[in-house]
């Protein structure tokens, strides 16, 4: 498939896409590196053939493309929230099964048998979509682009929410995968970069920068220039958080679970787990998809269900012991994919920030001054202050994910809960992100439970490590105590 870009210009709500010129040949795959801005989805969107345009501006050769995309996946999940039927049925309604989804696309069971063992999907056929953790959903997505059978396929972050392994084994399957489609893949770290990637698109703000190949792409600048830049950003962020500081004294422990159990009818999760978290601990969160990360976490935070069947004291008191939720969540800030997919309602840029002062999703109390100054401080930080009355749902994904990190830190909370923090983030806003919290936990702002799966992404101030590892006589998960170097 040849794809021909001349003097284009396309504007969806707040983004816009911006290209001079640029030739992508038959049978060449694309790396795109954003420097600074949300163009995965839009692309997606552009070589999908969701605008008109000229021929001029825009020629591709075959119209059999599909898409990967942080997007594409918050629509799925809106089609299965609208399906939901838990109050109709005697039993919580987790969603079309992943074998479902994967067959609807093709209606070929022998290609759906195959998308689910080529992408390690076949232990979750029959487990619902709303159920899966980040990284599973990540690769169905992508069983369901595949199952159309395209020529090309648009491929935003792809390795964004997998562990370690799934990351190694997606790489190999994409360089097999490219012998016979064609693709462009997005991304926001340059350790992501395939080795078979031979053509570089540099974008900047929406607009492509340059065209390069691959030793060019190893050579250029851009990437000890944006470091320099974030190190900058991330030091105005902290004399923020700082001028509003705020001490939180709580006795120890600050969280304790004893032999805690997450379990469903088909299946255990994590078993006899035992995890105390002290004063002016920080804590990282390890182990592969689906181990139960951020269902531990969910229980921390009161919004899993199981939160009440397990022996947990948080802040001084026993959950369940005639403390609200609300009691509990005034003292968590939270940033995490779950709560990303669930922040659908319409409010502005402001009131996002706004809420984090409610712990709301929304904003349905009349704010103070003093949380409106403090909210507008956080946006003109983020370079965001001229979008104050824009709607959430108008932002593209890294400025919304951005906004949900303000409102996370915005009432400086004495436990901060952080689920891969930079899904969806360019480059220059993970690398801001990043160094902020390490500078909030070497000067203990706030106490960080952090998950990332990016070895890159370790925090020098985090010393304490709760690792899930697979127990095969238990059949389910066991977490280990360990310290980090």
């Not at 690769?139 to 964004?160: C, S």
Request: proline share 2%; aromatic share 8%.
């Amino acid at each position: 498939m040849q794809i021909e870009m001349n003097q284009l210009t396309i504007e969806r709500g707040l983004r816009s896409l911006s290209i001079g010129h640029w030739t992508i040949q038959p049978q060449q795959s694309w790396g795109v590196f954003s420097s600074e801005g949300d163009i995965g989805s839009l692309l997606g969107a552009l070589i999908c053939g969701e605008f008109t345009l000229d021929k001029e501006c825009f020629n591709a050769s075959s119209t059999r493309v599909a898409q990967v995309s942080l997007l594409e996946q918050q629509r799925l999940l809106d089609e299965e929230l609208a399906k939901e039927d838990t109050d109709f049925i005697d039993r919580i309604d987790t969603g079309t099964s992943v074998e479902q989804l994967i067959f609807r696309q093709c209606e070929d069971h022998e290609l759906t048998q195959k998308l689910l063992g080529e992408l390690d999907l076949e232990h979750l056929a029959r487990s619902g979509f709303r159920v899966l953790s980040t990284g599973e959903t990540r690769r169905v997505m992508l069983a369901r682009a595949l199952a159309t059978k395209p020529e090309f396929i648009v491929l935003d972050n792809p390795f964004v929410g997998l562990d370690v392994a799934h990351r190694q084994s997606l790489a190999q399957y994409l360089q097999t995968l490219a012998q016979r489609v064609q693709m462009i893949v997005t991304l926001n770290r340059e350790e992501d970069i395939p080795d078979w990637i031979e053509h570089i698109a540099l974008f900047n703000h929406g607009a492509l920068d340059s065209t390069m190949d691959r030793q060019q792409w190893d050579s250029h600048p851009v990437i000890n220039q944006l470091k320099a830049q974030s190190q900058a950003h991330s030091e105005q962020m902290m004399d923020l958080i700082r001028s509003h500081q705020h001490n939180s004294e709580f006795q120890n422990p600050i969280f304790e679970l004893k032999n805690g159990k997450v379990a469903y009818t088909d299946k255990t999760i994590f078993d006899e787990l035992n995890w105390r978290i002290d004063r002016g601990e920080h804590w990282q969160i390890k182990g592969p998809n689906g181990c139960g990360k951020s269902t531990l976490l969910g229980l921390i935070f009161g919004d899993h269900p199981q939160c009440y069947s397990n022996d947990i004291h948080i802040f001084g008191n026993k959950r369940g012991s005639g403390e609200t939720i609300w009691e509990i969540k005034q003292n968590i800030g939270m940033v995490s994919s779950a709560l990303h997919l669930q922040y659908r309602v319409s409010c502005s840029a402001l009131e996002v920030i706004l809420s984090g002062f409610y712990d709301s999703i929304g904003l349905y109390q009349q704010p103070s001054k003093k949380e409106q100054l403090v909210a507008r401080e956080w946006l003109q930080m983020l370079h965001m202050d001229g979008l104050a009355n824009t709607s959430f749902k108008q932002l593209d994904y890294s400025q919304q994910r951005l906004l949900l990190i303000a409102r996370a830190l915005v009432k400086q909370p004495a436990l901060l809960i952080l689920d891969e923090p930079y899904q969806g983030l360019d480059y220059l806003g993970r690398r801001l992100v990043k160094n902020t919290l390490e500078l909030i936990a070497r000067e203990h702002l706030s106490q960080l439970l952090y998950v990332s799966h990016y070895e890159g992404d370790s925090l020098d101030s985090i010393k304490n490590a709760l690792e899930f590892v697979f127990d095969d006589s238990a059949q389910c998960y066991k977490a280990l105590v360990t310290t980090l170097n």
